[in-house]
């Protein structure tokens, strides 16, 4: 398969809130048990960004089923007012969030000491090296493999609705062939996969209740096939794009490497953090109705009906943030083939793959540490209350960076070496299947999509991605009668 069609990622897990301002604990009070907020304490306003006077400010919540998710996710844009000299000209907006209210040391200390005695400290430190290491690099290739052979999947859909041999483009290519696909064949996909996608956003509601009253058989297969729709329909939305940009778009080097700066910090003016790029393996999630079914929703609002804000939400991450990141992606992914040992596909990929490793297992076990900065040293107390999000986007910057590699590096190694069937149809349904089944069997087949509502991360291994998914398959099997009995009936053998 050409190179240009050895681009592949899964549109990043999503759902992501603006940042907060960083909460220090000042030495001289904590006596007084109270968190100093870097906004409130000051006596004048040092920016306009917050400070907006809006008609029942306090009134704006939320939504209750739909959660924000993903890497800011922790700290969620809530709305309280502030001042009341002010009240009586509208409420302020403060993008101080109430998970940031006061907490008495001892309360904290005592919540600490209660989920340390839940698990040893021991088998905590195993969960903590164990989670990265399994889910980036066990499930990681089986998921790369699922979205690789769902991608050449609808690439030879795409050479038979063109009338061209159904391994156009997988065998080789070149740049000649891109003018081949016909607009009608490539909007045509992706608009059905558009409205797959609406429906999904609109019904999501009635998908929970329905699935909520079935047998948990029943519920755990209908969970799997709502998944597979879903993380197909992402595919076809992603080839599409992408193709789309191929064909119709000058393919000179400095073009496209402008086009993903370009989106990239059109991604930061926008909703103000690169989050948005981070898929796995920084994300993995678990299948469960609670994390798979509701569409995070990062929107703050007042007395509206549901099915606008699914509708607003579809539209933000379908169709605007989809956009952008697809082009930031596609224009790196690129340079890298053109670039990095074109002729040399296995070289090529080794060195992809060591790269995102290497970025990735810092950025993943030092994640506390590098929360942490600001309350050690003065420097970064310093950035982080004047540039509180810019910090984080370096990070995700580099975590994308990461994902780009890595999932180049897992995908060039399939595309060269795969191959089971004389029709090549054959070996990537097949594969597609099975991988999928597997990701089944694992409890994590929605990694393919990413989590889509908030998941519980009861240890906090990692505050800035939520990469609980090892530790939330540790809790169920502990959560089974069999291992909460088996203490007891050892005790009365004793």
């Known amino acids: 398969m050409s190179q240009n069609y050895q681009r592949r990622q899964v549109l990043s897990t999503r759902r992501q809130s603006t940042s907060l301002p960083v ?69 302020r907006l403060s993008i101080i969030s109430h998970r940031f209210e006061p907490i008495p040391e001892d309360t904290s200390e005592s919540i600490a000491e209660s989920e340390l005695g839940k698990l040893s400290k021991f088998h905590r430190n195993v969960l903590f090296i164990c989670e990265p290491l399994i889910s980036g690099l066990i499930i990681f290739p089986i998921l790369v493999l699922f979205w690789e052979c769902g991608w050449n999947l609808v690439l030879i859909l795409l050479n038979i609705l063109n009338g061209f041999h159904v391994n156009l483009h997988l065998d080789e290519m070149t740049q000649e062939d891109f003018e081949s696909y016909t607009w009608q064949s490539l909007l045509g996909p992706y608009l059905i996969a558009q409205v797959i996608l609406l429906v999904y956003y609109l019904g999501q509601d009635k998908v929970h209740h329905f699935l909520k009253t079935q047998h948990w058989l029943i519920r755990a297969i209908l969970l799997k096939l709502h998944i597979l729709v879903l993380a197909s329909c992402y595919i076809v939305q992603w080839e599409m794009l992408w193709t789309i940009w191929d064909q119709f778009t000058p393919h000179e080097w400095y073009f496209e490497t402008t086009v993903s700066i370009a989106s990239l910090f059109a991604l930061i003016v926008f909703i103000g953090h690169l989050s948005d790029l981070i898929c796995s393996p920084f994300v993995f999630s678990y299948d469960s109705i609670e994390y798979c079914v509701f569409f995070g929703c990062p929107l703050l609002t007042r007395e509206m009906k549901t099915w606008k804000i699914n509708f607003i939400n579809y539209i933000l991450y379908e169709i605007i943030i989809s956009n952008l990141s697809i082009m930031t992606w596609r224009g790196f992914y690129h340079c890298l083939d053109e670039y990095l040992y074109p002729d040399d596909l296995a070289l090529s990929a080794g060195i992809c793959l060591i790269l995102g490793y290497v970025l990735y297992f810092p950025l993943m076990y030092f994640q506390t540490y590098l929360e942490e900065l600001n309350l050690k040293y003065e420097f970064w107390t310093f950035v982080s209350i004047n540039f509180p999000q810019f910090y984080r986007n370096i990070r995700h910057l580099l975590a994308f960076v990461s994902c780009v590699f890595a999932w180049r590096g897992y995908w060039v190694l399939c595309d060269a070496y795969v191959d089971i069937f004389y029709d090549y149809y054959l070996t990537y349904l097949f594969l597609y299947l099975l991988s999928f089944v597997v990701l089944c069997l694992l ?28 530790s939330t398959v540790h809790g169920k099997i502990l959560d089974h009668p069999y291992f909460q009995s088996k203490p007891a009936e050892e005790n009365t053998q004793l």
């Open 23 to 91: 909460f220090l604990r000042d030495s001289d009070e904590v006596n007084l048990e109270r968190r100093l907020s870097t906004c409130v304490n000051v006596q004048r306003r040092l920016s306009t960004v917050s400070q907006l006077y809006v008609p029942h400010g306090t009134e704006y919540h939320p939504q209750e089923h739909v959660p924000p998710t993903g890497p800011e996710a922790h700290q969620p844009f809530l709305v309280t007012s502030v001042d009341d000299e002010y009240a009586s000209g509208g409420r």
């Open 443 to 470: 409890q994590t087949a929605s990694s393919t999509n990413g989590p889509l509502s908030n998941m519980e991360n009861e240890h906090n291994f990692f505050p800035l991605y939520p990469h609980c998914y090892v």
